[in-house]
């Protein structure tokens, strides 16, 4: 199939590299020209295992090419993608004008029929007003082209972007139309084990929504288990402990259930925020919502609690090592990272920060700049020198083995911070160590 994809970013750059593997004849097309001449030459924008040859690939193989011209990417191919960002205010509006500029671009060039997909997450009624949008542009033009439109979310993480755009749980396809529902079951249909059990077909207001409240139901199941851990830590249990007993129960299921310093990412947040919004908008309340945004926004702040519970309140002229910055391993991306809140609580507080994260420095540093004082730091050994404490906020692998007995002669005074519960207090503590994890019965602050 020949396919147009809008949007170069996580999502639409991850898809776009994985049909054109699967075989298929891929534009892909975004409105930043600068992004787009890197890709033609393989240099990737972002940070993502596996994408990078994946892209190589199929630049190679001819299948995956790359556009800034909005009018060439409307006129190729069978199905085209909206792929582009949605994100929401403070108060939770979402901001549709580059899905709604997509669809007027399609409208305007579109020279015959064609399957237009609504993939950006987007307010239950987006694909009818995109619908509307592109009528009005063909009607203008006197053109009378049929142009379905339907609704297929994207459930991939980042970090895993690749292998779950390959191996998708499930494919959600929100649609009536009968020859948009056939293009796109032919499309993943080798991309699922079983497609009469992975293939959901549905309306499109349904589809939409399914993506927000699969973005809801993780950030509840966080926000429940950090708020578990909280009981945890004061009761003398071990979260990890709770994790395993429940998550061993099939009706929970073992996923998405580590406590740790909150949720961060492009997101869990944006779509909370956006659905409680959306509902609210509706005179609708939703409090077990409302709540989950409460608990993350305290928990973000629960390592620095930590630490001054241990330095007795006096984090001043202190020098914290921290490793990790992403909001999670295998990216560089920084949004709503919980290390974000660390690092302004510990700058307001006088406290020195030596950093190391195997990828996101750079984008830090572009947000955070030199606002405090920072060392970026090359190795997450050389964070260690000179430093009084550990905290660990994302677990990329090369932490996760540490030599405790270096930490513990290197820092001023041993003490590991551990904000995703990734090592062992038994052994940190043999090394001489003090360890404070998340709803650990051993850390303080019972
Ligand atoms: C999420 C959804 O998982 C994905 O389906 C959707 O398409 C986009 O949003 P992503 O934001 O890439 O994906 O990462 P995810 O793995 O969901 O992690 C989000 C945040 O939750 C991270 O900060 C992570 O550290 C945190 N998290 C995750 C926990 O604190 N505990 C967990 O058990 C799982």
């Given at each position: 199939m020949k396919l147009a994809i809008f949007g170069a970013g996580y999502v639409g750059l991850s898809f776009a590299a994985c049909m054109a593997e699967a075989g298929h004849d891929v534009l892909c097309a975004d409105a930043d020209a600068s992004r787009i001449e890197g890709l033609q030459q393989g240099q990737m924008p972002l940070h993502e295992p596996g994408l990078e040859a994946l892209v190589a690939e199929g630049l190679a193989a001819g299948r995956l090419r790359f556009t800034a011209d909005k009018c060439a990417a409307s006129m190729h191919g069978d199905v085209l993608f909206i792929v582009v960002n949605t994100p929401a205010d403070a108060e939770g509006e979402v901001d549709l004008q580059h899905v709604m500029a997509v669809a007027r671009s399609i409208g305007q060039h579109r020279d015959r029929d064609a399957v237009v997909v609504?993939?950006?997450?987007?307010?239950?009624g987006t694909a009818e007003q995109v619908e509307a949008v592109l009528r009005d542009e063909l009607s203008q033009r006197g053109a009378v082209h049929r142009i379905a439109v339907a609704v297929n979310p994207e459930f991939l993480r980042e970090g895993s972007a690749v292998r779950d755009c390959r191996q998708p749980d499930r494919v959600v396809i929100g649609a009536a139309d009968p020859a948009a529902i056939d293009l796109l079951t032919q499309l993943y249909a080798p991309f699922v084990t079983d497609p009469t059990k992975q293939l959901l077909v549905m309306d499109r207001r349904s589809a939409e929504l399914t993506k927000y409240a699969a973005n809801a139901m993780l950030a509840t199941r966080i926000s429940f288990m950090n708020e578990m851990a909280r009981v945890a830590g004061h009761a003398g249990a071990d979260i990890e402990m709770v994790r395993r007993g429940i998550g061993s129960d099939r009706r929970i299921g073992?996923?998405?259930l580590q406590a740790g310093a909150g949720y961060g990412g492009s997101c869990l947040a944006k779509d909370v925020r956006a659905l409680r919004h959306a509902a609210d908008r509706d005179g609708q309340v939703l409090r077990i919502l409302s709540a989950v945004e409460a608990a993350n926004h305290e928990q973000k702040g629960r390592l620095f609690d930590l630490m001054t519970h241990h330095f007795e309140g006096d984090i001043a002229h202190k020098t914290i090592a921290l490793w990790g910055l992403a909001?999670?391993?295998?990216?560089?991306d920084m949004r709503d990272a919980p290390s974000l809140v660390l690092l302004e609580r510990l700058w307001a507080a006088g406290a020195r920060v030596q950093v190391h994260d195997p990828a996101a420095m750079p984008n830090a540093r572009a947000i955070?700049?030199?606002?405090?004082?920072v060392r970026w730091c090359d190795t997450p050994e050389d964070a260690l020198e000179g430093a009084d404490v550990l905290a660990l906020v994302t677990e990329w692998p090369v932490f996760r083995r540490p030599a405790f007995a270096r930490i513990a002669s290197t820092l001023k005074t041993p003490a590991i911070f551990d904000g995703r519960n990734v090592y062992d207090a038994v052994e940190v503590e043999a090394a001489g160590i003090a360890y404070y994890g998340i709803g650990r019965g051993r850390s303080v602050l019972r």
């Open positions: 609504c993939k950006s997450t987007a307010p239950v073992p996923d998405f909001f999670k391993p295998d990216t560089d955070v700049g030199e606002r405090g004082d």
